[in-house]
């Protein structure tokens, strides 16, 4: 099993839609979980962390459910600009941070 | 203002001739990162620095070195490139023990002839 595994998609969606994406991780003592936004040909940028509690920004919503090992990303109303990679990124121990392999989200008008 | 910088963003080598790719940061982080992005594929690391400290991942090549004189500054350097390692190379910080995110800087994306 990998230790931070993603759904690679793609999720073809239309304009305004509401997507889902999981990402489970495998080490039960992982501290902390982000949600990073890859353009092609670019760096990742850091979207948002998750929090215990969860935590939303706009039309993002992030979730961590330790019990399953596994955090969400909802993106509500989405845009054309909501195309892109989203990558899961852990970190398990230390500074030791594992990347998912990415969910390609694709938007259509 | 960029606070990771990594410079050259495009780089051409050739075949065996040893390349330098260099990163440096405003941020005064503990740990920096290298990663390897080939397409459609996630960034793999290839080593970090918590200070001085170098953690070198298993799988990595000995093809590949790194060298961090100073907090600011951390360069990787391949030895002998072959086309195989034609990749964009993302360098990374962070603040050392905490639950920060990584900070990336923009890539360099290496080709090989």
């Known amino acids: 099993r990998k230790e931070v595994e993603q759904d690679p998609g793609p999720f073809n969606v239309p304009e305004g839609a509401t997507v889902a994406f999981n990402c489970t991780y495998s080490n039960s003592a992982s501290q902390s979980f982000f949600w990073y936004r890859q353009d092609c040909r670019k760096e990742p940028k850091l979207l948002m962390s998750v929090y215990s509690s969860g935590n939303e920004d706009g039309r993002f919503t992030a979730q961590l459910n330790r019990a399953s090992q596994y955090i969400s990303l909802l993106i509500r109303d989405s845009k054309l600009s909501d195309s892109a990679t989203y990558l899961c990124?852990?970190?398990?121990?230390?500074?030791?941070?594992?990347f998912g392999g990415g969910t390609r989200l694709m938007v259509k008008p | 203002d960029a606070m990771v910088i990594q410079n050259p963003r495009y780089q051409v080598t050739q075949f065996g001739k040893p390349v330098t790719l260099s990163c440096s940061q405003t941020l005064n982080h503990n740990v920096m990162y290298w990663y390897q992005q080939k397409s459609s594929q996630a960034p793999k690391l290839l080593f970090h620095y918590y200070d001085k400290d170098f953690n070198n991942e298993a799988d990595t090549p000995d093809n590949f070195q790194s060298r961090r004189p100073n907090t600011s500054f951390c360069f990787l350097d391949i030895r002998s490139p072959g086309l195989g390692d034609a990749a964009m190379y993302l360098c990374a910080t962070r603040p050392g023990g905490s639950n920060q995110p990584q900070h990336f800087g923009d890539g360099t994306r290496l080709s090989i002839l």
């Open positions: 990124v852990v970190n398990q121990a230390g500074n030791m941070l594992t």
